[in-house]
Structures are given as structure tokens and as C-alpha cells.
Nanobody, 115 residues
Framework: QVQLVESGGGLVQPGGSLRLSCTTS????????VGWYRQAPGKQRELVAK???????FYGISVKGRTAISRDDANNTLYLQMNSLTPEDTAVYYC?????????WGQGTQVTVSS
């Protein structure tokens, strides 16, 4: 069974930074389209960032310019660096991997931005 495991969430002050990590052991991220979504209470899940197999990168409008997605193939780890965080960034963040009919999601990690 493929499991994606996120880490790095927590409480951060407004203006701060955070780096989320996503690891897995049964697939290679380099074989998949990968990325991050988030879901805040009462809101729909929204794209944060994604990286295709062809290495094209896309960011959600609300995070563009202060977010970076990266992939460490040596460690088979996906990262999400977020800067200049605001309370509006508070959400559960999910990593995913998708290719053709195969799609896998992590269990999510909570990010709370508050003073």
C-alpha cells in the first residue's frame, strides 16, 4: 500500500516561514505529478503548488511569489517552502502524487498561523 507522510506543520507566527515535507517508500516521486493542496475549515480544497513529471511548476494564486515546491530525488522527498505566512494560510496541507489512474494522498499536516 502506498502511503504519503507529511511533516513539518505546526504553529507559526504571521510573517514567519515553514517548510513541509512529504515522504513515501513505495513509489518514486520522480515518476509522478506531485504537489500540495490545502483545505481550511469550511472551504474547498485548493491548489498550493504542483510539479509535473516534466518539471513544470504551478502555484496557486493566493501563494504565488512566496511559496516554492521542490523535489529531492536522492531522498524521494517532496518539499513545500512557504514564506510571509498570514492567518489565511491556516489549513491542513496535503501532499499528493498522481499519474494516469494512480493517485495517492497523504493524511495531511496542520499549519496554523497565529500570534
Amino acid at each position: 500500500q502506498v502511503q504519503l507522510v507529511e511533516s513539518g506543520g505546526g504553529l507559526v507566527q504571521p510573517g514567519g516561514s515553514l517548510r513541509l515535507s512529504c515522504t513515501t517508500s513505495r513509489i518514486l516521486f520522480s515518476d509522478y505529478n506531485v504537489g500540495w493542496y490545502r483545505q481550511a475549515p469550511g472551504k474547498q480544497r485548493e491548489l498550493v503548488a504542483k510539479r509535473t513529471r516534466a518539471s513544470s511548476i504551478f502555484y496557486g494564486i493566493s501563494v504565488k511569489g512566496r511559496t516554492a515546491i521542490s523535489r529531492d530525488d536522492a531522498n524521494n522527498t517532496l518539499y513545500l517552502q512557504m514564506n510571509s505566512l498570514t492567518p489565511e494560510d491556516t489549513a491542513v496541507y496535503y501532499c499528493y502524487a498522481q499519474y494516469n489512474s494512480r493517485e495517492y494522498w497523504g493524511q495531511g499536516t496542520q499549519v496554523t498561523v497565529s500570534s
